[in-house]
């Protein structure tokens, strides 16, 4: 099955600096990779998406690109603020009998310091 | 809109009592997702039901775990002679209208489940 892994598993930055996250995938069907963030005691939140016929989307100070010859797509976050500290999961599609379930990385602990 | 509501926010059981967590999907969303999330884990997928097709129950960890979605809506996870394995949040989500996980999924607060 889809084996999706991540990394770093924490991250600790100075404020304004940028943030890289980078996951891998095992199934090269996967077809799509969201990025969900989720705040202490809350519930993971959508922040970006991209799918497997784009190479790169950005949004603001996020932005996600895709590298499906090696399987990998990573997650950058510019001039980084306090209130980006959470925990980010990626996560993929794999295709079983259709694309019908999310396989999530394990998170990332961003820290994000004045 | 409302969003996805989960209940009860925490659930505190003995060792081999059952248990049952409601979710609530946001109204006109077809599919809705069961997800555990152990004490500074990922997200650990278990069941996926998509409008009236058979659900995906690849996830779900043994066969003390079932769940049920009646009309179309509610969900109901059941977790039959807990362990203390089973403790973690279990996190509802859903998407819509047409469902799939390449619709955004809209996750519930969760029930956070303690087994002593």
Do not use: M
């Amino acid at each position: 099955g889809e084996n999706v892994e991540q990394h770093p598993s924490t991250l600790s930055v100075q404020e304004g600096d940028s943030a890289v996250i980078k996951c891998t995938y095992s199934d090269s069907a996967s077809n799509y990779f969201p990025w969900y963030k989720q705040e202490l005691g809350k519930r993971p939140q959508l922040i970006i998406d991209i799918r497997s016929n784009v190479g790169e989307k950005k949004d603001q100070r996020i932005a996600v690109t895709l590298n499906k010859t090696a399987k990998h797509f990573s997650l950058h976050i510019t001039e980084t603020q306090p209130e980006d500290s959470a925990v980010y999961f990626c996560a993929a599609t794999p295709f079983s009998g259709g694309y019908n379930k999310l396989i999530f990385g394990a998170g990332t602990r961003l820290a994000v310091h004045p | 809109g409302a969003g996805v509501s989960q209940s009860p926010s925490n659930k505190v059981t003995e060792k081999g009592k059952d248990v049952e967590l409601r979710c609530d999907p946001i109204s006109g969303h077809t599919a809705l997702y069961w997800y555990r999330q152990s004490l500074g884990q990922g997200l650990e997928f278990l069941i996926y039901f998509q409008g009236n097709s058979a659900p995906d129950k690849s996830g779900l960890p043994s066969d003390r775990f079932s769940a049920e979605r009646t009309g179309g809506s509610v969900s109901t996870l059941t977790i039959q002679r807990t362990q203390q394995e089973d403790s973690a949040v279990y996190l509802c989500a859903s998407s819509g209208p047409k469902g799939g996980p390449t619709d955004t999924q809209y996750f519930g607060p969760g029930t956070r489940l303690t087994v002593l």
